[in-house]
């Protein structure tokens, strides 16, 4: 099946610093979801994207699919963007999502 | 919009005994999966419904786990009897559906389940 890889698996950072986190992924797909899990567990959704380049906030996600990576970059970080991000993908269709390990991300003051 | 809804958000429960987790899509989504979340790892795949249907089984552990979406829309995962390992936390996500050309699941808030 396919693979995915994030790195790097645990990162801290002072508040107000960018960073960008890599996922790999061995096959082509059609579905690429980058998650924030927050400490209670609950996945939110930070962007759909199996092509191209997406902003939100001081958030944005790049995936270049015939390379088979994308990044998310999170500028400004702040204390609240603590824990830990998984990059998910779908191979086709409505496929489940495969997910990485995750990066931990801890912002401190 | 009501997002994803799950039940109960935590339980506790000694081995052997039967455990049920429910879950409510988002309304209108015609896809819902069911994920196990151990620490410090990602979700990995129970089981997927097309409406009724289950299509993806693979990976549910069919001599204690069961589940069912009988009217397309809820649905209900079981364990029984529950053992040690079965602790874990319990995700239910849904997304549109085949033939609508958009994928992105959402996910509930999970049930975490420690078995003792």
């Known amino acids: 099946g396919i693979q995915v890889e994030q790195s790097p698996p645990d990162l801290i950072l002072q508040e107000g610093a960018n960073s960008t986190l890599r996922c790999n992924f061995s096959?082509?797909?059609?579905?690429l979801q980058w998650f924030h899990q927050n400490p209670w567990g609950q996945l939110i959704n930070l962007f759909y994207?199996?092509?191209g380049t997406k902003q939100n906030g001081r958030l944005s996600a790049t995936t270049v699919a015939t390379e088979r990576y994308s990044l998310l970059y999170i500028s400004s970080s702040q204390t609240t963007d603590s824990g830990v991000y998984f990059c998910?993908?779908?191979?086709?269709?409505?496929?489940?999502?495969?997910f990485g390990k995750g990066t931990r991300l801890s912002v401190i003051a | 919009e009501a997002g994803v809804v799950q039940s109960p958000r935590y339980k506790i429960i000694e081995k052997k005994q039967p455990m049920a987790f429910w879950c409510n899509p988002i309304?209108?989504?015609?896809?819902l999966y069911w994920y196990r979340q151990n620490l410090g790892q990602g979700p990995e795949l129970l089981i997927r419904?097309?409406?009724?249907?289950?299509?993806?089984d693979s990976q549910l552990p069919k001599d204690r786990f069961s589940a069912e979406r009988l009217k397309g829309v809820d649905s209900t995962l079981k364990i029984q009897p529950a053992e040690l390992g079965d602790s874990a936390v319990y995700l239910c996500?849904?997304?549109?559906?085949?033939?609508?050309?958009?994928?992105?699941?959402?996910f509930g808030p999970g049930t975490r389940l420690t078995v003792t």
């Open positions: 996500a849904s997304s549109l559906g085949l033939g609508t050309g958009y994928y992105e699941q959402y």
């Open positions: 096959d082509s797909v059609n579905n």
């Open positions: 994207i199996p092509s």
């Open positions: 998910a993908v779908g191979e086709s269709g409505n496929t489940p999502l495969v």
């Open positions: 309304s209108g989504h015609n896809t």
């Open positions: 419904y097309e409406n009724e249907e289950a299509v993806d």
